[in-house]
């Protein structure tokens, strides 16, 4: 939540729902979110464990009437950065910089287990956003994902040969050097889920 913009709109964003939905129940000590008077958002988070490392997922649809969303903007990012590193789309920037301001704790890696994270009186600063806004529904959905790090390579390579008759009959002359990565599984350990509506001042 951002202030002292001296800017005037004529339109409110009230959220409807703010839900949160658990991955990995058993490691979570504590899990909550309330909407109070359509406006503000209340959450606190506490878990059993250490979070080394956690990518995230957001994405912001609108809900046309006819069923169908129109794709504002779907982010994938390094979270240890999620909250520090600018973003291209305006969207996502405000999004992000108005949980930064709001939330109580450490936004870095690692997550540290049996520290009571909480969002406070959180809200959507008119504000913060352009003049025009479109009046419709939406629905932001932000998604943690952790490395799982139970995956093991067990694998051997034995006479391993390059054969010429494999390659194209002209290959330049040249040194090489070839690398191979292999990336681990990741597990959803936590999905929040805002709907809300844009309206304009009668």
Same mark, same amino acid.
């Given at each position: 939540?951002?202030?002292g913009?001296?800017?005037q ?9 703010f ?10 000590e504590e899990?909550?979110?309330?909407v109070?008077r ?6 606190n988070?506490?878990?059993r464990?250490n979070?080394?490392q ?6 912001l649809?609108?809900l046309?009437t ?6 504002l ?7 240890c ?7 291209k789309?305006?969207l996502?920037?405000v ?5 930064t301001?709001?939330i109580?704790?450490s936004?870095?890696?690692p997550?540290?287990?049996?520290f009571n /994270?909480t969002?406070?009186n959180?809200?959507l600063? +008119?504000? &913060? =956003? %352009?003049? $025009?806004?479109p *009046?419709c !529904? #939406?629905? @932001?959905?932000?998604k943690?994902l952790e ?7 067990? /694998?051997?390579?034995?006479n391993m040969h390059?054969d +010429?008759? &494999? =390659? %194209?009959? $002209?290959?330049p *002359?040249c !040194? #090489?050097k @070839?690398l191979?990565?292999f ?9 929040l889920v ?9």
């Open positions: 939540m951002v202030h913009k001296a800017q709109t004529n339109f409110r964003i009230f959220i409807n729902e839900a949160i939905n658990l991955g990995v129940k058993d490691l979570f899990a909550n979110c309330e109070s359509f406006r503000f958002v209340n959450c988070m506490m878990i464990r979070i080394d956690v990518d995230v997922e957001a994405t649809d609108i046309k006819n069923n169908k969303t129109m794709r903007f779907n982010v994938r990012l390094d979270g950065q999620f909250f520090n590193t600018l973003h789309n305006l996502f920037n999004f992000a910089k108005s949980l301001n709001a109580h704790g936004l870095k890696c997550v540290i287990s049996h /994270y969002l406070n959180w809200t600063e +008119e504000t &913060d =956003f %352009p003049n $025009y806004m *009046e !529904q #939406f629905r @932001t959905i932000i943690f490395h799982d790090k139970t995956v093991h390579f067990n /694998y051997t390579i034995s390059v +010429e008759a &494999d =390659f %194209p009959q $002209y290959v *002359e !040194q #090489f @070839t191979t990565k990336y681990t599984e990741k597990k959803m350990v936590l999905r805002m709907e809300g509506r844009v309206e304009y001042k009668n």
